[in-house]
Every structure is written in structure tokens, then in C-alpha cells.
């Protein structure tokens, strides 16, 4: 049976580091601010890295990085390469899809699709760029899945286009190593872990709903991620790359989750 444990006086360095947070918290812009909470949800275990006499903003900033560091290695290893997400039949499609992005619908990067060749670098064997006309010839897949946004709602999309394992193994990449990094035409950038990478239903999206992914979407494309986050899956994709050299990513240099799936 568990005993109900007695009630302790707050001590002077929680207030402290309570009033830092608050203050930091305040000054905030979204979404960092949207970051700074969803991060101080694990803030439990901050006396255990770092004492109770934490004044300084960067202290603060430096034990929250801990702490998400701390998560990505957990996620990580909970992470099965073998477990699928639910899939969903086309009637449960959400129409029109959300569009999701750091910037506005009036700014989305326009890709012209003569003279577009994607930039294949790093641990890969075969670097030649790569235009769409290859990537179409490529065996497809579709799939229906979910987008689960950070910022909390989701949508079903029917995505189609390359498995992103078929494309790794054709370029001759090294599927040891640690990480897959994307940069983007709307200056956007990410990363992710090689099993994330290698899992079936990671997809080079190609196509939206059966036609060419348009540019709300992420024109030329997408990689289309349901085990991840939609902060994860990079749009307007214009170079991969392969490294064992941590890559980061626009949000995740934030504060956000690195990991960001499940």
C-alpha cells in the first residue's frame, strides 16, 4: 500500500528556478514559447541535472536541452523499425488538407520543375542529381495516413511517391550511419535517424491524393513521415544527405524535440 507522502516546504531555489521559468516563459515569442512549455512538462527531473540554484536564463535553456536530449534517447529506443502506423480508407481523407508551414499561404516557394535536380551528398556511393523524370520511374507506393501537428490538431492525406528505403539502398547510401539530412527551396531544413529512415512507410512523396503533390504541399517533394511529427516531414526538398554528424533542424536548433515520432 502506498503511503501518501508528507507535505514539504518549497525551498528557495525551487521558487527561484519556478520565477526564472515564468519570466523566460513571458518573454517568449511563438512559437518558441509553444516549445518552451510543451519542454517544461519534464522539468521534474531538472534538480536531478542540474541542482535547484538555476538563475540564469541560458542555466534554464541549457537543463531544458538536457532534458530533450534525454527524450530523444528514449524515443529512440522505444522505436520500433517493424511497427506500422494505421492506415485509413480513401472516404476518411480530411479535404481540403491543412496547409501547414513557418510561414504564410502567400509565401510559398514556387519549385520550377525544368532544371530541378535533386542533390544527393554525403555517405552514398552514387551522387549524381537526381531530376523528377528519374524519381517518377522509380517503383510507387501511396499510402493514407495521419499529420500530427506539434501544435495539436491532425489530418488524413493520401501521399504517393518512392519509398524512401528503396531510394537510399538505390543511391548506394550507408544504411549504418546515424542520421539523413534534408535541406528545402523555402530555406527550411531537418534530420532524421537512418531506422526512421529505412522504415516502410517513409515515403519521397511524389503525388497528393493521385495528382502531382502541388506546391501548398510541398512541391517537387516531400518526405512524408507517419511516425513522425509534421515538423519532421520536410517539404520543397532540394538536397539529401547522409552523415554520422549530428545535422539538427530549423525547429529542433529551437528547442524542439530532435526525435519527434514515436
Not at 519556478?18 to 512538462?41: I, N, S, W, Y
Amino acid at each position: 500500500m502506498f503511503k501518501k507522502p508528507s507535505r514539504q516546504p518549497i525551498a528557495h531555489g525551487d521558487l527561484v528556478l519556478k520565477d526564472a521559468l515564468k519570466d523566460m516563459g513571458r518573454h517568449l515569442e511563438q512559437p518558441m514559447r509553444r516549445a518552451f512549455l510543451q519542454r517544461t512538462l519534464s522539468l521534474g527531473g531538472l534538480s536531478l541535472l542540474s541542482g535547484c540554484g538555476i538563475v540564469e536564463e541560458s542555466d534554464v535553456e541549457n537543463a531544458l536541452m538536457k532534458v530533450s536530449r534525454f527524450n530523444d534517447k528514449a524515443q529512440a529506443f522505444l522505436f520500433d523499425p517493424n511497427r506500422l502506423a494505421p492506415t485509413y480508407p480513401d472516404s476518411m481523407i480530411t479535404r481540403p488538407f491543412p496547409f501547414n508551414a513557418y510561414y504564410g499561404e502567400d509565401e510559398i516557394r514556387e519549385v520550377e520543375e525544368e532544371g530541378y535536380r535533386l542533390e544527393v551528398t554525403g555517405l552514398v556511393a552514387d551522387k549524381h542529381a537526381w531530376t523528377l523524370a528519374e524519381l517518377r520511374a522509380m517503383p510507387q507506393t501511396d499510402q493514407v495516413t495521419r499529420h500530427i501537428c506539434v501544435e495539436g490538431w491532425s489530418a488524413i492525406g493520401k501521399w504517393g511517391g518512392v519509398p524512401f528505403s528503396s531510394f537510399l539502398r538505390r543511391v548506394g547510401a550507408d544504411l549504418n550511419a546515424k542520421y539523413v539530412g534534408f535541406k528545402c527551396a523555402d530555406d527550411y531544413y531537418t534530420s532524421i535517424d537512418m531506422p526512421t529512415a529505412l522504415h516502410p512507410q517513409t515515403l519521397l512523396t511524389l503525388t497528393y491524393d493521385g495528382q502531382p503533390l502541388p506546391p501548398r504541399y510541398g512541391f517537387p517533394m516531400k518526405l512524408r513521415m507517419p511516425t513522425k511529427l509534421g515538423y519532421k516531414n520536410p517539404k520543397h526538398i532540394q538536397a539529401i544527405f547522409v552523415t554520422n554528424t549530428y545535422p539538427g533542424g530549423y525547429w529542433e536548433d529551437q528547442g524542439y524535440n530532435w526525435f519527434g515520432g514515436s
